[in-house]
């Protein structure tokens, strides 16, 4: 058998499983690596300007075509700068895989230059994490690292490469994909679960399909099967954040996203349902609020890929543990062979239209200024028709584009929902746009979060991506005001964004064009002009500043508390309520 | 404002694993990282060819959180199996400790005589000291240590639990 260096062997192997593009920035530890990947052929190296950007275009690339990200990084500050996309990775379930060089063998151990413990440091943030210290076992790692990656629920691994490893040889075979002798996640569900299931959501007169984003790592099969199930029993269908896109938005049965920046409609629905069925989601906090009144009446079904999901913040009356695309056809076909009509549900639905009417996500009209819901919802008017993919940063803007940009189809919206975190949404849109050369990416993003990765601006323009950033420039760290107006009476300690660049010369200093917007008049032309201009495109859309997010569910309060607009608000709250995040 | 907390129970796990670098740490650091008790953890490996290794963990939270332990622990990727001594019917349980007493006359006389009833061993000893050995269940040694408390105790080291299910199964 022939023999093949470390680093050849890597990127045989990376090759072997279909890997097109990799995501990173080179580095001594990796030295070995990048001179294999020079000129390669097959694999398309994108170098990034920081290491968390790679993380975070891996993770766009990932959610956007269903494939793994690749990230390759050096050691030590490659590593450490990598974990903030790692965890966010693990806290969204997204398939990557992260090479990260490590020193030689002999020097771990030393405080060696650039020495850091890089699976010491992952071990928390990772599904799982390797140190290969012999060539002979890197194919076998590689292999097993993208199973274990892109089966059960997805999630981040790191494989730790030191560079006498990337230099020293061993024969090489391609390994059989065989199963792994402790890693055997459960697909399949009990079909006395998926009969019990059938029946009660038969008999429910109050059903609500709560689902996540769980449903869209399950494939278009997965989100297929939602839609036939929805409309074999005729249920409303609200989802998390993760979610949105599973189920279409333009459905008369879609309630919009719950929890706390969700609708009134969605959260009185959960709140006052008889039966929950939860797919692909995790009762975070986000979506319960206060828990001991988080739909005190339903029964709930809890259909999930992970074991320790069930039961971690809300007790349910029927787990089932498995894939939910198969379990979705499982019911289906069960309730066919039931041979189960649609309830009569008008009733519950004459409920739902009385809480729709409250309209919760109407704002004010303003002429002067440009209200960012106004400006979210001219991106969508704009872009109707267009094969659209939406990444975002995170704070106000994001919870205006969930609520305000409506999704139709999966794949489509790219957001840190887990981790929260700020500068995931611009390389999110270079690795989309990598992964989706012909769709038109727009990322929508605050004016501080732009900033935590905008020296990724450089990797466009390197690789001629024509990605928009769409900013919502209202000079604040606009969430963190928000708090602050609510709970510390307008102190605003530290959130005004001080000392903000001009973005139009900024983004014309990196090659891009940039777009300013100043006012309502100008704001339809504006995002004409940025969706018709080729290539890269900022825009600086400016907008009111102290705009809220409304509705809200307050931190620790019930469905039933939601506040709809700026007069519910008091300025304080008990200190119970100020140690929830 | 003040923290709530919630009434705890003592659990005792079983968990195969696969002998590998790290696995301790892997297993540990999910008891730190979701703010888990570990009361204590013993390993070793088991099997012939010294690929699978036991790692016994008494742990202890309400119910809820026992749960989401054994979950996070079976959703580790070289975790082949976890078993809850506790929740699985009678066990045997039984850990090891080493108790040195110093003292003269009396007092060294009756440490003797409560190392016999409590079926410890006297694995070291000079004119001044012994060193006993003991095994048996926890709250057994628990009791011997204290009455060694007055009777001149130096120091203690103990193993931690093994522990193991009744019958043929």
Known sequence: ?581 | MHIAEEQSERHVLSITVTNEAGILARIAGMFTARGYNIESLTVADISEDHQISRITIVTNGPPRVIDQIIAQLDRLVPVHKVSDLTENGPFVERELALVKVAGTGEHRIEALRLADIFRAKVVDTTTGSFIFEITGPTDKIDTFIGLMRELGLVEVGRTGIVGMVRGKA
């Open chain 1, 1 to 581: 058998m022939a023999e093949m260096s470390g680093a050849d062997i890597l990127v045989q192997s990376l090759i072997d499983l279909g890997v097109e593009v990799v995501f990173g920035y080179p580095g001594g530890a990796v030295l070995p690596i990048y001179d294999v990947l020079y000129n390669h052929p097959k694999i398309k190296h994108v170098l990034v300007r920081h290491e968390q950007g790679a993380t975070h275009m891996a993770e766009g690339y990932a959610r956007s075509t269903g494939k793994p990200g690749v990230v390759l990084v050096t050691s030590g500050p490659g590593a450490t700068n990598a974990i903030t996309g790692i965890t966010d990775a693990l806290l969204d379930s997204i398939p990557m895989v992260v090479i990260t060089g490590q020193v030689a063998t002999h020097l771990i151990g030393s405080d060696a230059f650039q020495e850091a413990d890089t699976v010491g440091l992952t071990r928390h943030c990772t599904k799982h994490n390797y140190l290969v210290k012999s060539p002979a076992r890197l194919a076998h790692v590689v292999h097993e690292a993208f199973h274990i990656a892109t089966t059960g629920r997805p999630g981040p691994v790191v494989i730790d490469i030191p560079k006498d490893v990337q230099v020293a040889t061993a024969p090489f075979e391609r390994p059989e994909v065989s199963s792994h002798v402790s890693y055997r996640p459960q697909v399949k569900a009990d079909p006395a679960d998926i009969a019990t299931a059938v029946e009660m959501i038969a008999k429910a007169e109050r059903p609500i399909f709560y689902t996540g984003g769980g449903v869209i790592n399950a494939g278009p099969e997965a989100t297929a099967a939602l839609r036939e199930l929805v409309e074999l029993t005729g249920a409303p269908v609200t989802s998390t954040l993760m979610g949105l896109g599973a189920f279409p938005a333009s459905s008369e049965k879609w309630l919009g996203m719950l929890g706390m920046h969700g609708t009134y409609e969605a959260n009185y629905a959960m709140n006052k349902a008889d039966l929950i069925i939860a797919v692909g989601a995790r009762f975070d906090d986000r979506v319960t609020g206060r828990l001991d009144a988080f739909s005190p009446d339903s029964k709930k079904i809890h259909i999930d890929i992970d074991r320790s999901s069930i039961n971690k913040n809300v007790l349910v009356d029927l787990p089932i543990i498995a894939d939910a695309g198969s379990t979705l056809a499982d019911l289906i076909a069960g309730w066919k062979t039931a041979g189960h009509k649609a309830a009569n549900l008008s009733e519950w639905w004459a409920r739902i239209d009385g809480w729709r009417a409250v309209d919760s996500l109407k704002y004010p009209a303003d002429t002067t200024e440009i209200m960012p819901q106004h400006a979210i919802a001219g991106l969508f008017r704009a872009t109707r028709g267009k094969d659209v993919i939406i990444t975002t940063e995170v704070g106000q803007h994001q919870m205006w584009a969930a609520q305000h940009f409506h999704f139709d189809a999966p794949n489509k919206w790219l957001t840190s929902g887990g981790l929260g975190t700020m500068g995931y949404g611009f390389p999110a849109a270079i690795g989309a746009q990598m992964g989706n050369p012909d769709s038109l990416v727009i990322c929508i993003a605050g004016d501080a979060s732009i900033q935590m990765n905008i020296q990724e601006l450089g990797t466009a323009s390197q690789y001629r991506l024509p990605v928009k950033i769409f900013i919502l420039n209202n000079e604040y760290m606009g969430m963190v005001r928000q708090w602050q107006e609510l709970t510390y009476e307008s102190r605003y300690s530290n959130s005004y964004s001080d000392s903000l660049p001009d973005f139009v010369k900024l983004a014309e200093a990196y090659g891009w064009t940039g777009i300013r917007i100043e006012g309502p008049q100008e704001l339809e032309a504006g995002i004409r002009q940025m969706i018709e201009t080729p290539g890269p495109v900022l825009v600086d859309c400016r907008v009111a500043k102290l705009s809220n997010c409304f509705p809200m569910i307050p931190s620790g309060a019930a469905h039933t508390e939601m506040l709809l607009d700026p007069g519910q608000v008091s300025g304080t709250m008990a200190d119970e309520a100020k140690a929830l995040v």
